[in-house]
């Protein structure tokens, strides 16, 4: 064929597929197999990619129109599979000119054409139909997400109530299968007696479903696979396609809320109890101090009869007598005061002067008990009666040893009892004892063990100095156990390094902090008093040292000092107010005020040193039981106030940032 023939031919050709692909393809180009060019790009494709001319793409590597260029092992496999079947597809992402991409359906063909081996190349533009696909998956995927992540379990079902889908929660809270519930009917999950109650609820819900989701709060039942039922609650939502009607269940398991409710009530009743008997404790209690004041006005009665008489009686005596009503005021002064004073009876009666007896106020008396006219408990008495007199150490001497003659002397307020014959040294040791006794108590007893020893110390009785001497002391490790609830006991302990819990437990195994206890407390002494087992369990909060006191010698210690007895147990008494008050904020406060009581507590009890910004290290369990509260909800309670910049946690340890925000936290 002639040059120009084989140029009319070419023309030709190119023209006709112009014209064949100008409103056929997106895209439609031939390439040479041999180096992978383009020889031909309609006008369309060109423009597809960015180019104004089809022949920018002439002579073109024709793989460096994707965004992902193949290797050469890919270009392998593309010829193998059009060798194999004389086509080649695939969805390909493609890159224009200006760097953007798109999406496109292509196919590869063969044929030759003078001697040489060509690929004709389609492509077809999807990117709309690909990104709806793409979308339609990620919402596929996130909803997907919502099903399998969900902490509550949710369920829909059709309008003749079968499950058409249920979650991973619904499978885990349930125990069956997704084959075993899928098509269903929702009474696989239902007890038998609420089914007929739930399905005119649910078929109820399909006629009229509402907007807005419903149920929320209802307390219902569910059943699980084994047949065990549990607590639940159900929300109702719903949807609907073009052809059907769905209902959404959102299942909630709320047995340990029930658990927590029931602990509670539980805790309200005991409190309700408590109450009741405190109040009829301080009814009899009001009703014995009514008794005992008719008591005393009936005394006093008595007292002006006998002071009457003891005036005419005495007025022959030839001692002076001298009598004073109970505030120290003088109403009898005999003739023979009046001789001896140099006072007449008008003059001094009905007035307060001491200086009558002495011309300084005694220290300590000393008075025999065998005395003509007035005897030595007559004279206890009427010092007793005078305020300046009446708690100045008082020393009997007499020969009587009998029992009763020794009660009489220490019911009337004798602080000692020195028999006759005896020496001096045994009277200046009991008038030393007796003075070192009251300037302690001038001075107040510290608490703690040094004050009680203080007071031993003075004590007129020898084996009281006995108890201070060699006390054991025993060492406990964090979490050590000290005694046990129900144990009977055989010490009081006090602590002289470290901190100590006592709790209760429940038949569930749950604990309640009662008290806390620091360094110079003493703990068991209920048990001791009521001489009955322990009410509860004592434990080293951290490393601990106890002094050990046996039973004998703290029985010993309150049944032979009535001084002592008293301001021992004034001390040891001094928390069941603050006990009482735990017990009514666990019963009516909110979890935020338990919790802030909690922080307080621990501050009040252990920041001896008034720190501003007090830290404790204290397990979440711990912390837990003195608030009275589940460990998981205190946690989310501390987390909250850390979020509130009220306190700051570092592990274990804990800092209040701001104690006053924590007490005027609203209940």
Known sequence: MSEAGMHYKSGFREALLQAISKNTFDFLAVVRVSDLKFVFVNEKGAKLFGYENDNDLLNMFAPDLRKKVPDKRALKAIDKEINLKGYYFDEIEYITRDRTFFWGHTQHSSFTADGEEYRLLQIEKIDRARAAELSLLKEKQRFGALMDYASIGVIIIDKQLRIVLMNSCTLRMSGYTKKELAGKKIEILIPARFQEKYKLHLADYFKNPGNEARGSGMDLYAVKKDGTEFPAEITLGNFKTDKESFAILFISDISIRKKDENEIRKLNA??????????????????????????????????????????????????????????????????????????????????????????????????????????????????????????????????????????????????????????????????????????????????????????????????????????????????????????????????????????????????????????????????????????????????????????????????????????????????????????????????????????????????????????????????????????????????????????????????????????????
């Open 270 to 667: 005991e409190l309700e109890l408590k109450v009741k008997e405190r109040t009829d404790e301080l009814d009899i209690t009001i009703s014995q101090l009514e008794k005992q004041v008719i008591e005393t006005e009936k005394a006093k009665e008595e007292l002006v009869q006998i002071t009457q008489f003891q005036k005419v009686v005495l007025d022959s005596s030839g001692a002076m007598i001298i009598a004073t009503d109970s505030d120290g005021t003088i109403n009898l002064f005999n003739q023979a005061a009046e001789i001896l004073l140099g006072y007449k009876a008008d003059e001094i009666i009905g007035t307060q002067n001491p200086s009558i007896y002495h011309d300084e106020v005694p220290d300590l008396i000393i008075c025999d008990i065998m005395m003509p006219v007035l005897d030595g408990f007559g004279v206890l008495h009427l010092l007793q009666k005078n305020p300046t007199t009446k708690n100045k150490p008082f020393i009997f001497l007499t020969a009587k040893s009998e029992h009763n003659d020794f009660r009489k002397g220490m019911d009337l307020g004798a602080d000692d009892y020195i028999t006759k014959p005896f020496t001096g040294t045994e009277l200046l040791t009991a008038v030393e004892s007796r003075l070192k006794k009251i300037e302690v108590l001038t001075e107040g007893v510290n608490e703690g063990l040094k004050g009680m020893q203080k007071l031993m110390e003075v004590s007129s009785k020898d084996f009281m100095q006995d108890l201070t001497n060699d006390r054991n002391t025993n060492v406990y490790k964090k979490k050590q156990l000290i005694y046990s609830e129900h144990n009977r006991p055989t010490s009081l302990f006090y602590v002289q390094k470290g901190k100590v819990k006592t709790y209760k437990t429940n038949e569930n195994g749950k604990a309640l902090v009662l008290g806390l206890y620091n360094e110079g407390e003493f703990l068991g002494h209920i048990a001791l008093l009521e001489d009955c087992n322990y009410h509860e369990t004592a434990v080293a909060i951290e490393d601990t040292v106890l002094a050990i006191i046996p039973k004998e010698d703290f029985d010993l210690l309150i049944n032979n000092s009535h001084e002592i007895s008293r301001k021992f147990i004034q001390l040891l008494a001094q928390n069941i107010s603050e006990k009482e008050n735990q017990l009514l904020g666990m019963a009516y406060n909110s979890l935020r005020k338990k919790v802030a009581d909690a922080l307080l507590t621990l501050c009040k009890k252990y920041n001896t040193n008034n720190a501003e910004k007090f830290q404790i290290e204290i397990t979440r369990e711990n912390l837990a039981s003195i608030a009275g509260t589940a460990t998981e909800s205190l946690i989310r309670t501390l987390g909250d106030f850390k979020d509130e910049n009220l306190i700051s946690i570092r592990e274990s340890v804990i800092t209040i940032l701001n104690a006053k925000k924590l007490e005027t936290l609203v209940n």
